[in-house]
């Protein structure tokens, strides 16, 4: 089993204020997705990171894959309430099972 | 996630009573798995199913679970003589005929919140 840890379990912060979730593990993946689930919702991929190093941008959501392939973080800036919701960080070993971290939950305060 | 749908969302049974989650895939998938949430907990994987296939199971209880998708209708998982430690969200998603990898590969429905009295 390939343990995927997420910190920290909650954040709450006021709105457009920055925050950074991590997701670490002691395994290499061969890619790492971020989701984001909403209360009663199944996850919502927003993206997947493959090379070690990469770095990529969606709106205002900044994701990182650490160089060795173990490690991801994602940056979130000026939060908005619409960032509320559950943060699922996921590792794909060589097999298609997907590993899911226990995720953050961030509630953003208007 | 548009296109898994799950039905119900909310079951609710009595302790030895029968649940059975349905999960129809996304137009086009085949593949379709399992995966079940406790609060504050990751999702947990139970079952991989091909079209009439188990692929891998190895993340469902051995005893009173099972799944199956069949050649026509939708992926059921059934849970026999429900505890009160089954209570949890189960999570279907499904994926395209060729897992490709580094792509969008899978899709989650919106679940079933399954809850035992």
């Given at each position: 089993t390939q343990l995927l840890e997420q910190s920290p379990q909650f954040l709450s912060i006021q709105e457009g204020e920055n925050l950074t979730v991590y997701c670490n593990s002691s395994s290499v993946f061969s890619s790492l997705q971020w989701y984001r689930q909403e209360p009663g919702e199944g996850p919502v991929l927003l993206v997947t990171v493959v090379t070690g190093g990469e770095v990529k941008k969606l709106k205002r959501l900044t994701f990182q894959f650490g160089d060795a392939r173990k490690d991801s973080s994602l940056h979130i800036t000026a939060?908005?309430?619409?960032?509320?919701g559950l943060y699922l960080c996921a590792g794909e070993p060589p097999d298609y099972k997907l590993s899911f971290g226990a995720g953050t939950t961030v509630t953003v305060r208007a | 996630n548009a296109g898994v749908m799950q039905n119900p969302r909310h079951l609710v049974r009595r302790r030895g009573q029968e649940a059975r989650l349905r999960c129809s895939p996304m137009k086009g998938h085949s593949h379709v798995y399992w995966y079940r949430q406790l609060p504050e907990e990751g999702l947990k994987f139970m079952v991989y199913l091909q079209k009439e296939n188990i692929?891998?199971?190895?993340?469902?209880?051995?005893?009173r679970f099972s799944a199956e998708f069949p050649k026509e209708g939708p992926s059921i998982l059934r849970i026999q003589q429900?505890?009160?430690?089954?209570?949890a969200a189960y999570f279907c998603a499904s994926s395209p005929p060729v897992f490709a990898p580094?792509?969008?590969?899978l899709f989650f429905g919106s679940g079933t919140q399954l809850s035992v009295l």
């Open positions: 939060a908005q309430p619409g960032d509320t | 692929i891998d199971e190895s993340g469902m209880p051995k005893e429900v505890v009160r430690g089954d209570s580094f792509n969008e590969k």
